[in-house]
């Protein structure tokens, strides 16, 4: 499988905002998009979002001067000359090689580049193996930097990462998560796991010292006879030999109690484009290379696939050959785009996500072969769910003029819009006055249509799920705007929680939602299968009032006596503006008398934490609302099959 062409640092580099490569231009980075500019300092590029300065350096942390015997080290010496690696979290490592690339928030002599963790100033698909050592327990959105290092990750690609797990309070510049093994593997549930457990460097013993210590040094101020007393016998327990008891415990044992754990995954391992395509094959016709490696895919072996290539496997012709012929990634070296007296086209960056499932697997391996044809109406709409600038009829126009109302709201502020579609919305805050605007959909086709039709340096769009928003930054929100979304998300509650979270304490959240008031709207919503939260708006009210104290409804109408709205009519025959809807303040009794395009809340005054409902309690329904199962998938023919399955998004 090809790899793309990468020889030197600045092949890899991207704006951390759009995820678009950077140029040099005098003592600067400049965005080749949206034209943001990143600083270099002492020759190290500053690529932090919003223009952000590193953090101040711990002068207490001591300098590394290598790596531990153990997983990272290992694969890091086995992989191809080509091969590229990332550590983040990075500032003390002194040691360097020419293919690592030395990541972290701070600004230190040894740092190769300064980022954000939570957005990975690199292309998506250009590293062969990303790492992290104790790094995850300080990052704010471990989910988000989690999501990030898969997206950098070449097909094939490794991770290795350790969080804090049975340890105190401790870091630069804050502490914010420990993590046992199964967080970890839920973290990097969009990797292949090859190994979890505990390094020989984390075990019991380390946390109990660690732990013990920490007690100590709190109570040695006082000097009463009980904190003598115990303070002497914490003494005399650090004194023993805790370490050699480390080998008692099994790898079962030892993730129960332990200071770190670990996971170790590879994404997309049936695509790899990190061991060679000849040691593959040549694994597969030797049955005794079988039985020596089981797990052909698991590189932190001492004797491992690849390090049996460095060594005997050059005895075989192919793999001789290939290894020979690639050409060492040298990060201080000629960016490729100057060796080969061209620049890179940006679509080939787009084309390098990564893939989450098998279906998005095959969509992957389909699309880095060729370029993204223009997006036609049918593909976009998925059977008219989702509505596109593609077709701006009076339907479009309608669904536009929920986003014009929320204007005034987001003006000067920072919005999530979520259930962004195809993008639209999301854009027309950003051009009329939003500060920054951040657009996601669990739908990758709609996440790249967006990211393909609308650019701007105050909008982001990413792929995520909406029951999951709190790991992105929280307090730090002035609107969340969701229109016509929430009708298809199974857990309704889980998408407030996450809301009340990122929210600031003045901030407001606006939906837009079905308004189902009579028995034939009732009928209408429960033909589309779609459609799971069969709600009224009395229980729409009823369930923002758990989390919010001022909900108020509006009526969302159409002000114009001289032209018929017709909703299933054509472009050519639109000739109404956003400015021609009104949207009247009511209550929510006034939803059921007064007609109404769409159901409009909006909720302020963020409740309580104590008066939250119980996360997972089931909800209190009224009115005889009720949420029902998303339909099943039908079963289709092979050729179908084969071409949704290659269609799939999932967030």
């Not at 040094?217 to 006879?225: I, K, V």
């Not at 793999?319 to 020979?324: W, Y």
């Not at 003029?401 to 987001?410: N, Q």
Request: hydrophobic fraction near 45%; aromatic fraction near 10%; charged fraction near 20%.
């Amino acid at each position: 499988m090809s790899r793309p062409a990468v020889a030197s640092l600045d092949d890899l580099l991207a704006c951390p905002a759009c995820c678009e490569a950077v140029a040099r231009e005098q003592d600067a980075l400049v965005c080749t998009r949206c034209r943001r500019r990143y600083p270099i300092r002492d020759g190290v590029p500053i690529l932090l979002p919003e223009g952000r300065d590193p953090l101040p350096r711990d002068e207490a942390l001591p300098e590394r001067q290598g790596y531990d015997v153990w997983i990272p080290r290992t694969l890091v010496e086995s992989l191809p000359a080509d091969a590229v690696v990332l550590e983040i979290g990075a500032g003390n490592m002194a040691a360097s090689r020419p293919n690592l690339i030395r990541f972290d928030v701070t600004l230190t002599p040894h740092v190769d580049v300064v980022g954000d963790a939570h957005a990975l100033p690199f292309l998506p698909g250009v590293f062969d193996f990303v790492f992290s050592l104790a790094v995850l327990e300080h990052l704010r959105q471990p989910f988000v930097a989690a999501a990030e290092m898969e997206r950098v990750l070449r097909p094939g690609g490794y991770v290795y990462a350790e969080c804090a797990f049975v340890f105190p309070f401790h870091g630069h510049p804050h502490h914010y998560f420990n993590a046992s093994h199964l967080g970890l593997a839920t973290l990097f549930e969009a990797l292949a796991p090859i190994r979890a457990g505990v390094a020989p460097y984390q075990m019991p013993s380390f946390a109990i010292r660690a732990l013990l210590e920490t007690y100590r040094f709190f109570l040695s101020p006082h000097e009463d006879a009980s904190a003598r007393r115990v303070s002497g016998m914490v003494g005399a327990l650090l004194d023993e030999d805790l370490a050699a008891l480390d080998a008692r415990f099994s790898q079962e044992a030892a993730q129960r109690c332990a200071a770190c754990t670990y996971f170790f995954g590879v994404k997309t391992p049936e695509v790899t484009e990190v061991i060679p395509a000849p040691v593959l094959a040549a694994h597969r016709r030797s049955p005794e290379l079988q039985q020596r490696y089981p797990q052909p895919l698991d590189l932190g072996m001492p004797d491992n696939l690849l390090a049996w290539a460095h060594g005997d496997g050059r005895g075989e012709p192919d793999v001789a050959a290939d290894l020979a012929g690639r050409k060492p990634f040298v990060k201080d070296g000629v960016p490729a785009a100057r060796l080969n007296g061209f620049a890179r086209r940006p679509w080939l960056t787009r084309l390098r996500g990564g893939a989450r499932t098998a279906g998005r697997r095959i969509a992957h391996a389909l699309a880095a072969r060729r370029p993204r044809l223009p997006w036609t109406v049918e593909e976009i709409i998925d059977d008219g769910e989702r509505v596109t600038h593609l077709f701006p009829n009076d339907c479009y126009v309608a669904h536009l003029s929920l986003y014009h109302f929320a204007v005034p709201l987001a003006a000067g502020g920072a919005v999530i819009d979520a259930g962004s579609g195809a993008g639209y919305g999301t854009n027309h805050l950003a051009a009329h006055g939003a500060r920054v605007v951040r657009g996601v959909d669990a739908s990758r086709k709609a996440v790249d249509f967006s990211r393909q039709h609308f650019a701007r340096p105050n909008l982001r769009y990413d792929v995520m799920n909406l029951e999951r928003l709190s790991r992105l930054e929280p307090d730090a929100w002035d609107v969340v705007m969701c229109s016509n979304v929430l009708e298809h998300i199974a857990h309704v509650d889980r998408f407030l929680r996450g809301v009340w979270t990122l929210l600031r304490p003045t901030g407001v959240l606006v939906i837009a939602v079905p308004p189902i008031v009579n028995e034939a709207l009732r009928a209408q919503n429960l033909a589309n299968p779609y459609h799971l939260n069969i709600w009224t708006p009395r229980q729409w009210a009823h369930v923002l009032g758990r989390y919010f104290a001022d909900v108020q409804a509006f009526q969302h109408w159409y002000d114009r006596p001289d032209v018929e709205l017709n909703l299933v009519n054509s472009p050519a025959d639109t000739v109404i503006a956003p400015d021609d809807f009104v949207f009247r303040p009511v209550g929510v009794d006034g939803l059921y008398t007064a007609p109404t395009i769409s159901a409009v809340f909006t909720a302020r005054g963020k409740r309580a934490a104590s008066c939250l409902p119980v996360p997972g309690a089931s909800p209190v329904f009224v009115d005889e609302s009720f949420t029902r199962a998303g339909p099943k998938p039908q079963p289709s023919s092979w050729a179908a099959r084969a071409r949704d399955l290659a269609a799939l998004e999932f967030g």
